[in-house]
């Protein structure tokens, strides 16, 4: 995660932003409000341009990605459930690029007022989202603009069903596999062969504390079943099938991160 801003002066100049200071992907951001008025009108259709402009690869924003926060929530409020779903995924992509909340310049808080707005649409939008693809988007999004690091990029694998991690002890690649029917994990291919497969041990819903608790509850209370028994897979355990060493696999996932 990467992000270049200027100081916190450059986002607060007055009452108008001014765009001619701010640089994004591609250098001056003065088009930037054009950008953002195209993506109002046809937001599925320029998405992907507003996102290499503001969000190269979902893992890098600019001081104009931040100065767009405004007018995201803005046209979040407004917009229909579909355009909405489609603000959200590019704010909370912006917002998980942002320095951390204990940094006292952070966009998060310098732009509390649209953060809290877009926190809370998203919030509704959780509760009315089937998907499961869509209903982990959104729940990275939450968790985004709430300042949560790594675990708003890190669910992924609750719908497609499968985590990369490494081995604490012997640093094999492990895959661990979170199905409805079979849970296990391997370190070969396992889509295309018999692999030899070592067990997963759930976490235990009243061991889960914290955000896995409330990552469990909410997903419950939403009515995704899936995600919320992925997440008891996601905080449990896991053994090593090469060196039979325990680990978390929470744990590991967020050491990918750290390394
Ligand atoms: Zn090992």
Redesign the pocket.
Known sequence: MTWYGPSRAAWLDGCMTDWSILTDACGSAEHVPGLLDRFEADPSGVWSELMDHLCPQLDTAFSASFAAFPRLAEIATVGSPETLDWVLLAAGAIASCSPALSDSNSPLTVFSAPIAALHELTDRRLSRTAAAEDYVNLLQALLSFEGVEIWDRSLDGLQSGEYEVG?P????N?FVVIGQDDSFCCTDDYALSEVQKSPLQPARVHELAELPRRLFTRATADGQGNVAHGVRYLFGQAA?P????DFSVAERVVAGWIL
Request: charged letters at 10%; aromatic letters at 0%.
């Open positions: 081995c002890c012997c640093g094999v492990v090593c090469d060196c039979g060493t």
